[in-house]
């Protein structure tokens, strides 16, 4: 096999500085985006226990402090529609809302909460409590009131 000596070379590039520097500004933006998410996405999932509760009435009064969240094989958190009252009676949105409401409330809230993950888990991990593994998967109780409090940037 023989190799050829290049005459020029075969396309232009920045300097080995610019190259290190955008690089570095590149997975900075990129992480503090990626922690952004995890916070904004920790208030729209109170958010939504809220509007599924109140049937998106923001003034209305609602009786949820924590909610049940299970984390699936990708490492997304999902909720399950479980969740607790401030004096810890434990109960459902099927209980609170009905069947039907409860259904499409829990797969609205899924729209949002699988953004939080292994990801930016440093965002959610602070505001959770890990709860006995349900059928090999992870299950949390997330605390709505810390949830909420997250600033939105």
Not at 27 to 55: C, K, P, Q, S, W
Request: hydrophobic letters at 40%; proline letters at 6%.
């Amino acid at each position: 096999m023989t190799t050829q000596s290049p005459q020029s070379p075969a396309y232009p590039l920045p300097d080995g500085r610019a190259i290190s520097t955008a690089a570095h500004e590149a997975l900075n933006a990129h992480f503090a985006a990626v922690e952004r998410l995890g916070r904004v996405m920790a208030v729209v999932t109170a958010a939504a226990v809220r509007d599924i509760l109140t049937d998106n009435d923001h003034d209305a009064p609602f009786d949820a402090a924590h909610a049940e969240l299970i984390e699936a094989a990708d490492g997304s958190l999902h909720g399950t529609g479980r969740y607790w009252t401030a004096d810890g009676t434990e109960t459902s949105f099927t209980a609170a809302v009905g069947e039907q409401d409860a259904g499409m409330g829990v797969f609205g809230m899924n729209e949002w909460t699988p953004y939080l993950g292994y990801e930016n888990e440093k965002v959610w991990k602070p505001l959770v409590e890990e709860l006995p593994e349900r059928g090999g998967q992870k299950v949390y109780r997330l605390d709505l009131a810390k949830a909420a409090a997250l600033p939105l940037d």
